[in-house]
């Protein structure tokens, strides 16, 4: 039997921190290995615990969720940690700002339980960015500012020229938010295939996960809002 994946849940808010919890360490593939109620003692549990997937708030006191991931998870970190923020649709200027500092996914603060446990899972295995819907959301809506703050050397032509054009269309397709399944629905091809071209993108352009495809892909012009 596989290992567990470990969990830290790192929450100001006491019930919900527990919650989370619970609902976690209930699931046999997943133990909860620590619990932080502020930033600071979220970094100091992370790097010390290096749990496989840390489940991040994004208001918390002494030090906010987005400096702490940029902390165990943004650029210049030697070995990053995979962050799931928790958030709200009314604080997409803060979901963006920890996109920016190398979160892997967003999650909804009223999500439902399986969802959560979805979510986990899912920036464990590095696949998917989570629900196609936030991602149109929080990246179309901050896509103009990414542009004007780390606007991209000669344009997407230069950036994206490792790629062949089928790579190409599927890196717009993954920025305009659609899981590999709509992908590959999209393209009529199997949900295998995109998978490989997922990879094969990530890798030609040395990007980690999903959410800094989206990013590069708004950034060199190759989508727009």
Excluded: W
């Amino acid at each position: 039997m596989a290992e567990a994946l470990r969990v830290l849940v790192c929450d100001d808010q006491e019930l919900v921190r527990a919650g989370f919890a619970t609902i976690l360490d209930a699931q046999p593939d997943l133990e909860v290995v620590g619990e932080a109620g502020d930033g600071r003692a979220a970094v100091d549990l992370a790097l010390r615990l290096r749990p496989d997937v840390v489940v991040m708030d994004v208001r918390m006191p002494v030090m906010d969720g987005v400096e702490a991931t940029r902390l165990i998870a943004g650029p210049g970190v030697a070995e990053p940690l995979t962050v799931l923020v928790v958030t709200t649709f009314d604080l997409d200027q803060h979901v963006y700002d920890a996109l920016r500092a190398g979160a892997a996914g967003f999650l909804l603060k009223d999500a439902r339980p399986a969802e959560l446990v979805a979510a986990v899972r899912t920036v464990a295995g590095g696949e998917q960015l989570l629900a196609p819907a936030v991602t149109r959301r929080l990246v179309g809506r901050f896509a103009e500012r990414i542009r004007e703050v780390a606007p991209g050397r000669g344009g997407a032509g230069a950036e994206l020229a490792g790629l062949t054009p089928r790579e190409v269309e599927v890196l717009g397709l993954i920025a305009r938010g659609l899981s590999n399944a709509e992908i590959a629905a999209e393209l009529v091809i199997s949900h295998e295939t995109v998978k490989t071209y997922v990879s094969r993108i990530l890798a030609k352009l040395g990007l980690r996960d999903r959410v800094q495809a989206v990013v590069l892909a708004y950034r060199t012009g190759l989508v727009a809002p």
